[in-house]
């Protein structure tokens, strides 16, 4: 049975977020090999000091979150944004060359008809046998974003926020990969209620991956096998389940994309991403199977991503 009830997401492009998500990533705090390079010395000392708390905090990714929802709980945020207050001047400019692009965006995606994707992501949330509930708003807070870069996201666990870069370049898709950006990571969010995908997902990693193969640097299995699933849903690359609706095309197949994939990995210059994306390609095909028997996740999809990624990395990578 079909109950409408709608997903709902909020758009919100604001300063102060921009501006904490600016200077975690000039502190390079998750890259310690990143050489921090600021004239300022108001500037450097903010930096250095949210790079310094963020480094002793036990969970900084949860101490983010606090700082990008502005619902500051712990001390260690409470310190960080008062210590890094004083240089928020430095970001005026950036802001004030970016903030219309965004507002631009903003008002764009607040104009999309999300409840085209009620169905669907009602049939995910059965899927995933998520405790999710879908009347609750979502917030997507926009964040400057280069003009050469693509669309990227991230889920802020244990809150009902995401951030997401919007592609501001002039390709005829940029709207629609930004779209697809905004959906992977509710998706994630629905994923994060899941109790039954973790574990199953770790029995396969156990069966196919163990310790025979490294993780790629940057990346562990855990995420790697989470990000397949929510990529066969929503991807850029390869669409996934959501391609019809989002990109007017058909439901991508292994078919369609080996070509293009095989040239990369003859070329050599695979990225992780197409490599969880190539895995993802498998699965789409029996989630849309499940989906229309009314199915939940199980482990013959988790095995086919650990076999996936298993005969990847043990023959055609090499
Ligand atoms: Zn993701």
Do not use: C
Not at 84 to 89: F, I, L, M, N
Not at 175 to 202: A, C, D, G, W
């Amino acid at each position: 049975m079909y109950y409408a009830v709608y997903m709902k997401i909020k758009f919100t492009a604001n300063k102060t977020t921009n501006y904490y998500y600016w200077l975690q990533a000039l502190s390079g705090w998750d890259n310690p090999n990143n050489d921090i390079e600021v004239s300022d010395d108001v500037l450097l000392r903010a930096i250095v000091s949210l790079r310094e708390s963020l480094e002793r905090a036990p969970n900084p990714r949860s101490v983010l979150s606090e700082l990008y929802t502005s619902r500051i709980t712990t001390s260690e945020a409470l310190e960080i944004q008062q210590l890094v207050q004083p240089a928020e001047e430095y970001f005026d400019r950036i802001w004030a060359l970016n903030k219309d692009i965004l507002f631009t965006k903003q008002h764009d995606l607040q104009h999309v008809d999300f409840n085209a994707y009620d169905r669907t992501i009602q049939s995910i949330v059965q899927f995933l046998d998520a405790q999710f509930d879908t009347t609750k708003t979502y917030t997507t807070q926009l964040l400057i974003n280069d003009k050469n870069s693509h669309a990227v996201g991230h889920a802020l666990r244990n809150t009902n926020y995401t951030l997401v870069m919007p592609d501001v370049s002039n390709k005829e898709t940029a709207q629609s990969n930004t779209l697809m950006t905004v959906m992977h990571e509710y998706i994630h969010h629905v994923e994060f209620s899941s109790k039954i995908t973790r574990p199953i997902l770790k029995n396969a990693y156990e069966k196919y991956i163990g310790n025979n193969i490294d993780s790629p640097a940057g990346h562990d299995w855990q995420s790697m096998f989470v990000e397949a699933l929510v990529f066969s849903l929503a991807s850029k690359r390869i669409g996934g389940l959501l391609r019809p609706l989002i990109y007017d095309k058909p439901s991508p197949s292994v078919e369609e994309m080996k070509p293009g994939f095989m040239r990369r990995v003859s070329r050599n210059d695979l990225t992780t991403y197409d490599v969880i994306n190539w895995v993802a390609l498998h699965i789409v095909v029996d989630i849309e199977e499940y989906l229309s028997k009314g199915k939940t996740f199980d482990q013959g999809i988790a095995d086919k991503i650990g076999k996936t990624y298993k005969e990847f990395y043990l023959t055609l990578s090499r």
